[in-house]
């Protein structure tokens, strides 16, 4: 506190400090006994818990949909023209990202590393493919990779929402599209025929077919193959000479071709542009949209350039070091499933994204395992494989996404089974915004993936506690225990269903017993192989302290969960 405020009164110190605490423990309102049990089971000290990538609760939101903090940036570009149902900017922004972050929302959803969609400035014209005017408000249609797209803020936004994020403990990855530019439009000239084809489109029957082409009518596809080297596209030139930035922009570049010798081929001006966020500001990981319609080098290439753009920010700024792990890259190869380890199949070729490019790739076939198997094969099976074929690296879950249409529970029936089965798969977790509030993922009048990508239901939460604590507590146990994502799983009863995880990293060591389907009242469980005789365990769940005797634990509960940790 300042010096000149030494003198306020103890009463009036104290009530400050308890409103503070107030709004760093809870951001929504929510029932007060709820409230009182959930700030109960918060207090373990996370302080010397490692971060895993491996084991991360990942949250993934679409920039433009999930809150409004700036309503006087709503509008640019003159993106004015009337829209299809939810195809145009809804008004979020990064200040309400960091507004949210500072509340305190992931925190107590146990978010510990965020996924924002495409941040960099959209076309500014409207296409019409039969949906409707749409704009670029999902952040894929990129017109200029070296801006911020103003209807989503400033880069003194995107610097005040990663440094409030790190002072949380939480990581933001960005959204990185190297395969396309945005639709031609009115306003958005197709760039030169030395960056870009404009045809044949993909017909996805083999691997040159699924890289050599675009991916959809009117989506212009990089030319990510080529060495030759080309000038700066002709409608970049004029932008940045009108926004009078062009002298610094071709310095910038003039600087990162001399220092890696790269050639100026299409491909690395991109990477230069997208590694500039992670020098200025940063970021702790990438996202990798459509990685497998992009020769498989191009992220080895991509791995080498955000590697050192994230090493120099280090160096630069010793003081806002997080840890020793290393740049973050997961991959979008569409269809990839974590059965297939590290290989993807097109049919005439193989190809493995891991080497020297991914930590890890999304896991398309979560869904469909969640669907057809019980928890502990679907457990079992996913340990097999991360500790064998996959060890050293990871796979991102999901059970909703923004362009999956059709999500694990489209009407939002199973929310706290979603929750059960994510947060609790080996692997790292992707919520999608909105899953732990039951978002309506079926709106009146959309066209394809646009019911997806409501507006976050900030004003439906007091009537979705139950699920939100159910998807908190869950979050929570998970970020404080690694053991839960990458740990080693192993069964101990069958009914009710009991596991355990064990995770060590140098001199850390975690371990976890996790129930499920139990019965209301009281049960016995055995615990012996992780926690001994006299010691003192909690139900995070329910908040309970009980102690081991002759290798178990009685517990009385009136949930079908139990989340045990040694009480610290």
């Known amino acids: 506190m300042p010096k000149h405020k030494l003198n306020i009164k103890y009463n009036m110190k104290k009530s400050i400090l308890l409103i503070a605490l107030s709004i760093l423990t809870f951001s929504c309102k929510t029932d007060k006994k709820e409230q009182q049990d959930l700030a109960k089971i918060q207090k373990q000290d996370t302080m010397k818990t490692p971060f895993v990538w491996e084991a991360a609760n990942l949250y993934f939101l679409l920039t433009d949909r999930f809150n409004n903090g700036d309503k006087t940036n709503d509008v640019n570009y003159d993106r004015t023209k009337e829209t299809g149902v939810l195809r145009g900017f809804e008004g979020g922004d990064l200040k309400g990202i960091t507004k949210k972050i500072e509340d305190g929302y992931f925190t107590n959803l146990g978010v510990n590393a965020i996924w924002m969609s495409p941040i960099v400035e959209q076309i500014h014209g409207a296409t019409n493919e039969g949906t409707g005017n ?64 404009t045809g044949p489109q993909c017909d996805y029957k083999n691997y040159d077919n699924t890289v050599t082409c675009t991916l959809v009518k009117n989506l212009p596809d990089i030319k990510t193959e080529s060495n030759d080297t080309v000038a700066l596209p ?104 974590i059965s297939a380890g590290t290989t993807f199949d097109f049919g005439d070729k193989k190809v493995n994204y891991f080497d020297k490019a991914f930590n890890s790739l999304i896991n398309f076939e979560f869904k469909w395992d969640a669907n057809q198997k019980t928890y502990e094969t679907q457990f079992k099976a996913y340990d097999s494989i991360l500790n064998s074929n996959l060890k050293d690296y990871g796979v991102l879950n999901y059970l909703t996404s923004h362009d999956d249409g059709q999500p694990f529970d489209e009407n939002r029936e199973k929310s706290y089974e979603t929750a059960t089965r994510l947060l609790l798969s080996p692997g790292t977790s992707q919520i999608y915004y909105g899953d732990e509030s039951a978002r ?8 394809g993936d646009a019911t997806l990508r409501s507006n976050m239901n900030w004003n439906e939460l007091s009537q979705k506690q139950d699920v939100l604590i159910h998807w908190q507590k869950l979050g929570q146990f998970r970020r404080n225990h690694p053991a839960v994502g990458a740990g080693k799983h192993s069964i101990i009863s069958d009914s009710p269903y009991v596991f355990s995880r064990s995770y060590t990293k140098g001199t850390f060591n975690d371990s976890v017993v996790i129930g499920l389907d139990f019965s209301k009242g009281k049960h016995t469980v055995n615990v012996s192989s992780i926690f001994k005789d006299g010691q003192q365990v909690k139900d995070f769940y329910s908040g309970q302290t009980l102690e081991v005797k002759n290798g178990t634990i009685t517990i009385e509960v009136d949930t079908n969960i139990i989340l045990l940790e040694k009480l610290k």
């Open 234 to 337: 002709p409608e970049l030139v004029k932008k940045w000479k009108a926004e009078g930035r062009y002298e610094q922009e071709v310095a910038e570049l003039d600087a990162f071709f001399k220092a890696t010798g790269y050639p100026r081929a299409p491909r690395f001006y991109i990477m230069k542009w997208l590694s500039d966020y992670v020098k200025e500001f940063g970021i702790d990981g990438y996202r990798v949209d459509t990685v497998k319609h992009t020769e498989s080098y191009v992220w080895q290439e991509f791995r080498v350039v955000c590697d050192n753009a994230f090493t120099e920010f280090k160096q630069s700024n010793p003081d806002k070091v997080l840890d020793d792990n290393n740049f973050y890259m997961v991959g979008e190869v569409y269809n990839y499933g």
């Open 134 to 197: 749409t704009y670029g408000y999902h952040g894929y249609w990129t017109k200029d990779w070296t801006n911020i797209d103003a209807n989503l803020g400033t880069k003194e936004d995107l610097k005040n929402l990663v440094d409030a994020a790190h002072k949380k403990g939480i990581r933001i990855v960005l959204d990185a599209v190297i395969n396309h530019t945005g639709p031609v439009t009115d306003k958005d000239a197709v760039w030169p025929s030395d960056w870009v084809r």
């Open 440 to 447: 309506d993922l079926t709106i009146e009048g959309t066209i």
